[in-house]
């Protein structure tokens, strides 16, 4: 038990770093800085290493009195912070600079205050089994807890619908881009100043393609592919072929830049390229995927500059209802990062340390995501829910949906959105998704599967004995909502994923460059090694 004024002091200390953790916060947060400020930077130093609770992936909410803000408030909150204390850098590329130096001298104190120290032990069952739970990388943008499920910069799904802006109910993307990059909750003028930047980078790539036949290439390639090529392969492809516009690559090659200005064509790459991808992502959608003619299209998609990212890609693909497009904000937030170990973010990760630059990197991490044991899964839940529709034929009693489930796990499959390598509980993005049918589409008659599937899947998985983890992940429900709304082609889901999973690969692959991360290059052996070191 912790003494009274040790808990004073821990608790204090804890404000103080949710303070400065999320910096635009509640008035009475707000009050407080007014102290923190007028204080010796030293305090400033121990509130950030408080940041580091994360480390556990869980935190005490009890003096947040913030969870039920709505809207209103949250709008009211941020014109009240007095601009004379909390400078308003509207321009995200300097607030990352000038975080650079703080985060730098962390690290720095991190490694030599603690950088003997064990965080781990390696089993040979660890190495042997894909590496789970090794700790192995640094990863700043999101932590995933087992229990607690994903906190991006230690909030969670609910708490981010809560406090990022909106333009409805559901978050924009564009202002958790804001939040991983800088680790404070945007403003709404700074989540609209980052808007406008990313639609001015896609209108200039979309005229640059429609006005200079050297800068189509991107569609150029896509055409040269046959229709049925799957749609990971080619947005992995339009990857490739924009490479050639990165400004890292082309200022790497000069030979003069130096290591400190990396991350500022990191930087720009990226934002280009999370600016790019939906559009080339809708010219996909729309050349391969829809069946119907009067839908199909091998046009360069036009971008509605007034737009917010996500109601643009959801226009450009053909849906302009409300509705789809705040299905598509929620969507793009909450795909967005899950950790850095996962197989889409590591690969980008790992990739971009070689100093690949981002177009390189991410189509690494796209290849990865591609994978039916990951982003891919979407795509096989709702193949696998077409078959239990045609298998059931609307008899979605306990007793047969039980039995398809089985006969699933009989024919050597597995059951595709249920599981995860780290979660053990519900996955919190399935949550939030069954939140959105419950209130937009409750008499959907998949949702109804899906909803049935909840209550048996479980109890099945449980029973064969070794499953982890029974409760179903975020692909178990996201391909319900997209049917629901007309997006039918399943192949495309994961392009989707993709789309959404560059906010968080790109956010990171900044930092690390920003924050001089090193080269990966973990230690593999032999299985004779294994065998030698314990003299087999
Ligand atoms: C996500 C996943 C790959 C995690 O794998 P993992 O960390 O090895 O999971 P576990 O430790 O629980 O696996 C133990 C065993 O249970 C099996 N298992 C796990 N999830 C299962 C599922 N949904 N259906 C059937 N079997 C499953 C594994 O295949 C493994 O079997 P094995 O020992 O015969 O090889 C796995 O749960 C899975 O394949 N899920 C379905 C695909 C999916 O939804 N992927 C998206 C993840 S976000």
Known sequence: MLSNSKRCAREALYFLSRFQHHEQQPSRYSKFSFSISSSSSSTTSKASFINNKYINGKRNDDNNDTTNMNKKNLNYYHSEVPKSNNIQIEDLKSLIETNIPSQILRLKEIKTKFGNEKI????????????????????????????????????????????????????????????????????????ESLRKDLMERATRFVQGAKNNPSKKNVFDVLKALPEETHPMTQLSAACLAMQNDSEFSRMYAKGTMKKTDYWKYIYEDSLNLIAKLPIVAAFIYKRSCVVEIERKSSDIPTVDADLDLA???????????????????????????????????????????????????????????????????????????????????????????????????????????????????????????????????????MFQLVSRLYEIVPEVLKATGKVQNPWPNVDAHSGVLLQHFGIKEENFYTVMFGVSRSIGCLSQLILSRAHGYAIERPKSVTSEWIEDKFKI
């Open 311 to 445: 109601a643009n890609f959801s226009q450009m693909m053909g849906f302009s209802s409300n509705e789809c497009k705040e299905l598509m904000r929620l969507y793009l937030t909450i795909h967005a990062d899950h950790e850095g170990g996962n197989v889409s973010a590591h690969a980008t990760h790992l990739v971009g340390s070689a100093l690949s630059d981002p177009y390189l990197s991410f189509s690494a991490g796209l290849n990865g995501l591609a994978g039916p044991l990951h982003g891919l899964a979407n795509q096989e839940v709702l193949k696998w829910l077409k078959e239990a529709q045609e298998t059931l034929k609307g008899d979605y009693s306990a007793e047969t949906v039980k039995t398809f489930v089985e006969n699933t796990l009989k024919s050597g499959r597995v059951v595709p959105g249920y599981g995860h390598a780290v979660l053990r509980r519900t996955d919190p993005r399935y949550d939030c998704q069954r939140a959105f049918a419950l209130k937009h589409m409750p008499n959907d008659e």
């Open 120 to 191: 781990g032990d390696v089993t040979v069952n660890m190495v042997m089994g894909g590496m789970r739970g090794i700790v192995g990388m640094l990863y700043e943008t999101s932590l995933l807890d087992a229990n607690d499920g994903i906190r991006f910069r230690g909030l969670t799904i609910p708490e981010l619908q809560e406090k990022l802006t909106k333009k409805d109910e559901e978050p924009l993307p564009e202002a958790l881009l804001f939040l991983l990059l800088t680790n404070k909750v945007p403003t709404d003028d700074q989540t």
